[in-house]
């Protein structure tokens, strides 16, 4: 490709450091549409104010730890993502041919999606609701 058809291509692509919701990016060599802001957030460690609901809780959170050591799996931090405002966001979920979370800085910007204004305005503002609907702990822990 001719450095001129490249500026071509490049000019007025604005580059972002947190793409929109709708934006089109690249993510290991595939483009997916991003679909909602995430943030990792840590296992605090306090499962529970019922003493004996904590124990329960604590003791087969112990055993999957021993388990996922033992079979060479990660198992140093529990995490999960939530939704989040994009100021906060330290992964998008993007929307592709296999949907998947990935880290923000690790995410190409391609440009905005050819979709109407409305649809990409009613789009965003689902993307809003499920945040604020989704203030709920999700039961999805993973471990690193």
């Known amino acids: 490709m001719s450095n001129e058809r490249l500026h071509h291509l490049l000019k007025g692509i604005e580059m972002k450091t947190v793409p929109e919701i709708t934006d089109l990016v690249m993510y290991h060599g595939e483009r997916y ?3 909602y802001y995430k943030k990792k957030v840590y296992d605090s460690g306090h499962h529970s ?5 904590r124990e329960i809780i604590d003791k087969l959170i112990e055993e999957e730890h021993e388990d996922r050591k033992s079979k060479n799996l ?4 529990r995490f999960r993502y ?3 405002i994009a100021d906060e966001a330290t992964h998008v979920s993007l929307y592709g ?4 979370t990935a880290p923000i800085n690790e995410v190409v910007y391609e440009g905005p999606i050819c979709w109407s204004q409305d649809l990409i305005d009613r789009t965003k503002r689902e993307a809003v609701s499920e945040f604020r609907l989704s203030n709920y702990p999700p039961l999805d822990w993973q471990w690193e």
Do not use: K, N
């Open 33 to 35: 549409r991003v679909t």
């Open 49 to 53: 104010d019922d003493e004996d609901v």
């Open 74 to 77: 990660p198992h140093a931090r």
């Open 82 to 84: 939530m939704y989040c």
């Open 97 to 100: 041919l296999m949907p998947c």
